[in-house]
């Protein structure tokens, strides 16, 4: 993969948080999950650059941005995409959300007030119960994990990533998947992210997705090993008026599986009037 530079700077809670801003027209924004970065949207982002003003950013705690030993939770981070809206000036721009930036995307809109033009959710965890067994294991024994020898952890996060994958990614595609939780501070950052999941995040939300208030749909790996299509299914069913896509032959991480199928599903979906 080429490289992925985010040059810009917002200071959150006092961290930094690393962005992009590139391109010109109405505003859409990228928001990754975990444990990514926004790199998985490396395949995507440039085919709007010509029509959109596009902005992706590294959640905090994730990717470029500060590694901090505190909150990095969902808790935390629909409160960082609502700033970082008021920051960059959008009121009502086009989004885009996988996985944990589903469930940070919905909490900003719905918790924070915050109002999209439109709203694609990937795979997102915005549905209980969620988070696999290895999840649960490392809540229980976080500084266990954080402690492992460098060889383990870099036998465990090519591992643990490699799952949300269909194809047979080679090493090097990976990479930039894995780099970020390597040595210190990464290793600690990628235990402490997963002990801070908690359900209560998205039950805090679930309750209100009826009442979104911009069009959605909703695409969905259907060989997601993660999380199950039929969660996406039943995601739909709580949105008046959502769309669902299955994607074949795409597991969790559909930005890899099957780029071409999200780059679609945006060019039919996306609004073509400019934003007011």
């Known amino acids: 993969m080429t490289d992925w530079p985010l040059p810009q700077t917002y200071r959150f809670n006092g961290h930094c948080v690393r962005y992009a801003v590139r391109g010109d027209g109405p505003p859409l924004v990228f928001v990754h999950g975990t444990p990514f970065s926004s790199c998985v949207w490396h395949r995507i982002a440039p085919h709007f650059i010509a029509t959109h003003r596009v902005y992706y950013f590294d959640l905090l705690g994730y990717g470029q941005s500060a590694k901090i030993d505190g909150d990095v939770s969902l808790g935390v981070q629909n ?64 500084t266990a994990f954080s402690g492992l020898p460098d060889y383990i952890q870099r036998a465990i996060v090519p591992a643990y990533i490699r799952g949300a994958i269909k194809r047979d990614i080679a090493d090097e595609e990976l990479a930039p998947y894995v780099q970020p939780w390597l040595g210190d501070p990464g290793q600690a950052a990628f235990y402490r992210q997963i002990a801070q999941m908690d359900e209560r995040y998205t039950r805090e939300a679930e309750a209100l997705y009826p009442t ?42 559909v930005q890899e599986d099957a780029p071409e199928a999200i780059v679609a599903a945006l060019l039919k979906f996306l609004p073509l009037q400019k934003s007011p």
């Not at 989004?95 to 007030?113: E, M």
């Not at 911009?214 to 996406?232: A, F, N, T, Y």
């Open 79 to 142: 409160v960082l995409l609502a700033q970082l809206l008021d920051h960059w000036g959008l009121e009502r721009p086009d989004v885009v959300a996988h996985d944990f930036g589903g469930a940070t995307a919905l909490r900003a809109h719905l918790l924070n007030g915050k109002d999209y033009r439109s709203l694609t959710l990937i795979d997102p965890v915005a549905l209980t119960p969620w988070g696999s067994p290895f999840v649960q294991h490392v809540r229980q024994h976080e």
């Open 212 to 253: 979104v208030r911009c069009p959605v749909q909703i695409l969905w790996g259907e060989d997601d090993q993660w999380i199950p299509i039929e969660r996406g299914r039943a995601l739909q069913q709580m949105i008046a008026g959502a769309q669902f896509h299955p994607v074949p032959n795409a597991g969790h991480l």
